[in-house]
């Protein structure tokens, strides 16, 4: 059972999405209780793979107050925790051009905190206008269904 604690609804108007992976993430003991708190954005971040490994960037994890002293630096690199073949296939996607790695979301699994991550390539204005008018169809169609069946 899943329980979300953050999600990236951006990511689906501003990317196409490809591939999905679940990864850990290396996080310190004020973090995770921040997480648990729901204290997360993940506006603006994104992954990098450098040599063999993952990291998360600009993902904001807000200070836990009664953490005093030995709290957390809000953005800093945190490392996901994938197997090797998951980041081979990342550093293959993200050399082609256009292509990126975003989180969607973050996430309680079995009581470990889990990140989903997303190859994805980007949308031009005009795919982003087209989605729009997709979602606003579809939307329309239900109230019909739902009206005529009254």
């Known amino acids: 059972m899943e329980k979300i604690l953050a999600e990236n609804r951006k990511a689906f108007h501003d990317y196409h999405i490809m591939d999905r992976y679940e990864a850990g993430i290396g996080l310190k003991g004020t973090e995770v209780k921040s997480c648990r708190a729901r204290q997360i954005s993940l506006n603006d971040a994104y992954a990098m793979v450098n040599e063999d490994e993952v990291f998360l960037l600009n993902a904001n994890i807000a200070i836990y107050e009664p953490g005093n002293r030995f709290n ?16 081979r296939k990342l550093i ?7 292509n990126t790695i975003i989180p969607l979301k973050v996430y309680l699994k079995n009581g470990k905190i889990k990140v989903e991550i997303a190859t994805a390539k980007g949308k031009t204005h005009g795919d982003k206008r087209e989605t729009l008018k997709k979602k606003e169809s579809d939307r329309e169609m239900k109230r019909a269904v739902s009206a005529r069946g009254k």
């Open 72 to 87: 957390h630096t809000p953005v800093r690199e945190r490392k996901l925790l994938l197997h090797k073949r998951e980041i």
């Open 92 to 98: 293959l996607a993200t050399r082609e051009k256009g």
